[in-house]
C-alpha cells in the first residue's frame, strides 16, 4: 500500500503558494507497541497551520522545510497493536497531512461514528468547536443579556460561537465577509445581527448591530475588522483572542491605530488563549456540544475539498475566506 | 480674600500651550450647608488631566472651555459647615486647580499632617500610590519571583510599582527616560534594574535586563516602549494598563505594531483600570501604603512648582517627563 502525503517544500512568503508544499510517495508502514495504523477519513486545514509554516517565534515548534504538515485527522484503525483501540474504530487525533497515519493509541480519541457524521470531529465536536466553547466560557465569561460579537462568524469557530452565546442568553452579532456568509450567519446559525466587513458601510452596519455597545468580543479575524470592534466595545468588556487570520499572511510586521488607551477608559480585559490548554475540560465539553448537536441547538457546516492532492489549494483558500463553516480535505470513505 | 483658579481657556492641539489656559480672580465665596472652605496648599497636576481636556470621548465628562480644571489638592479647612471636619483639620479632594475651594464634607478626605508631608497626599499616599498598588495587587496579580516591569518608572506611579513589586518578592524593572532618572530608580527606588528608553541601546538593554523575560508589565507610558516590552513577555504574562501618557498629545490617531497576535502566542492578559474602580479598598490599601512610607520601605520624591500661575508650566513639563517623581504646585504652606 502506498502513502501519500504532503510535505512543505518551503517556508511561504506572504499567501502560501501551490509550490511550497509537495506530494510524497512511500510506502505505508506497520504500527509499533502501542501503536495503531488508521486509515484517514478526513483531515483538517486550519488558520493556525500558517503560523506553524511561518518561522515566527510561537508557542510550538514550526513545521520544517522536508516535514510533513502538521494538523489533526479523523479516520479508521485498521491495524491495532493496543489493547484500548479495535481495528475498526473511528479515531481522530494529530495524524499530519497524510492518507494512512501511524500513532501511539495514547494520542488517539475514539469518537462514535454514529453520532455525528465522521468530519464533525473536526469541527464543532473537534478543536474548532471547542475553541469556541473555551473562548466564550473559560476565557471571556458571558452572561446572560450581554452582546457578543464574533468576527470570522461563519467559519468553524464563528458560527458556533454565536450560537453557544445564544445558547447562553446573549446577543450574537457576526461579522462575516459577502453577503452569502452573512445571510448563513442570521439563516442558519441564528445570530440575531450579522455585518458583512466587506460592504461600504461597515463601521455604520456594526454600530447599528450593536446599539447597546459590545460587551464580549471573540476575535478570529484581527486588523481593521478588530478596531472598528474596538470602538463599539462597553465598559468592562472582554476580548477573547482566538485568532487573527487577516495578519498571518503579512509579510512586514502589520502596523495598525494603537489600541491600548480603549483599555484604560474602558477597563477592557483582553486575553489571548489557546484550545489545548484547557484539554482537561475536554470530555465534558465535548459531551455538551454533542448534545446540542443532536438536539439540533447547534448547526455547523462544512466545505469539503476531494483528496489529498488538493488539501493545499484548500488551506490556500481557507486562509483568504473562501470556506464556509469548517474546511475539511476528505481522502476516504463514503 | 481673592481666589484664583485656572480655567481651561482652548481644547489643545497636541502638546498644550500657556494659552490654552487662563487665570481668573474672583472673591472667595462661603461654603453652604455641609460644605467647608479649604485653603489648598498643594494642588496635583497628572497625567491623566490631558485626556480631560481633549474632546475624546473618555471615561468622564471633559473640561469644557472656561471651567476651571480639574484635579487633587490638600489644604486646610479655614471654614466649616460640617459636624465631621473641623476648622485646622487637613483635607484632600477633588478641588481644582483653584487656591481656595468650596466642597461638601462627604467629599473631603481628613489627612494626618503629622504623619507625612502634605504634599504626599497627592502622591505616594493619595491616587498615584493607590494607582500602583492595585494595578500590581488588584489588576495584574504578582508572585513572588516573578519580573515585574515598569515604564514611567521615576514618576509617581512607577516608583511606586517598583517598590511595591520588591516588597512581594519580585524583580522590578524600570523603564525611564535618562541616566538621571535611572539613577534615582536604581538607586533612591532600590530597583533591580533600570533601562534607559532615550538611550541607543533600548531594546537591547531591556533584554539584559530581564533575562527571565518578563511576567508582569505596569504600563503607564505605552508607544514604542510597549512595543519593546511586549516582544520580552512571558507565557501567561499580564498587562495592567494604567497609562499612556506618549500618546496623550498626539494630534492624529497613533498607530503602531498591531499587538494582538502577541496575545495568542503568549495567552497574555490585559487590563485596563482606573484607580476609582477600587475605592472601596482605599483605607485599608493607604493604611498599608502609610506603613511602609513610616518604615521607610517605600521612597517618594516630589517635583513642586511654586504659585497657581506656574501651574500651567508644571503641568506641560510634567506631559513631557521634565518631572522627577511626583509633580505638585505649591500654593501655600511653610
Request: charged share 20%.
Amino acid at each position: 500500500m502506498t502513502n501519500r502525503s504532503i510535505v512543505l517544500a518551503a517556508r511561504p512568503v506572504g499567501v502560501p503558494k501551490q509550490s511550497d508544499f509537495r506530494l510524497e510517495e512511500a510506502p505505508v508502514s506497520s504500527p509499533g507497541a502501542g501503536e495503531c495504523l488508521v486509515k484517514v477519513h478526513y483531515m483538517s486545514v486550519d488558520p493556525y497551520m500558517r503560523g506553524r509554516i511561518s518561522g515566527r517565534k510561537s508557542y510550538a515548534a514550526p513545521v520544517e522545510i522536508g516535514q510533513v504538515m502538521v494538523g489533526a485527522s479523523v479516520g479508521q484503525v485498521i491495524e491495532s497493536n493496543s489493547d484500548r483501540i479495535a481495528v475498526g474504530d473511528y479515531v481522530t487525533g494529530a495524524l499530519g497531512w497524510r492518507e494512512y497515519a501511524i500513532a501511539s493509541a495514547e494520542d488517539l480519541r475514539v469518537v462514535d461514528a454514529s453520532a455525528a457524521p465522521l468530519s464533525a470531529y473536526l469541527g464543532v465536536l473537534g478543536m474548532p468547536g471547542l475553541t469556541a466553547y473555551y473562548g466564550l466560557l473559560k476565557v471571556a465569561g458571558i452572561e446572560s443579556g450581554e452582546t457578543v460579537c464574533v468576527s470570522g462568524a461563519a467559519g468553524a469557530v464563528g458560527s458556533a460561537v454565536g450560537q453557544i452565546a445564544r445558547l447562553h442568553g446573549c446577543r450574537a452579532v457576526g461579522i462575516a465577509g459577502g453577503s452569502d456568509k452573512c445571510s448563513l450567519v442570521t439563516g442558519e446559525f441564528g445570530f440575531d445581527a450579522a455585518v458583512d466587513y466587506k460592504s461600504d458601510g461597515f463601521f455604520k452596519t456594526l454600530r447599528a448591530a450593536t446599539p447597546d455597545g459590545i460587551d464580549v468580543y471573540f476575535d478570529n479575524v484581527g486588523g481593521p475588522v478588530t478596531d472598528a470592534v474596538f470602538q463599539q466595545l462597553n465598559v468592562r468588556s472582554r476580548v477573547a483572542i482566538c485568532g487573527q487570520i487577516s495578519q498571518y499572511n503579512a509579510v512586514d510586521a502589520p502596523v495598525g491605530p494603537r489600541l491600548l488607551w480603549h483599555f484604560i477608559t474602558k477597563r477592557i480585559r483582553a486575553e489571548g488563549f489557546l484550545v489545548f490548554d484547557f484539554r482537561k475540560h475536554d470530555d465534558e465539553s465535548l459531551a455538551q456540544m454533542a448534545a446540542w448537536v443532536r438536539d439540533g441547538k447547534l448547526k455547523y457546516r462544512e466545505t469539503v475539498a476531494e483528496g489529498i492532492e488538493n488539501a493545499a489549494a484548500a488551506f490556500i483558500g481557507m486562509l483568504g475566506g473562501a470556506n464556509i463553516g469548517k474546511q475539511v480535505v476528505k481522502l476516504a470513505g463514503d
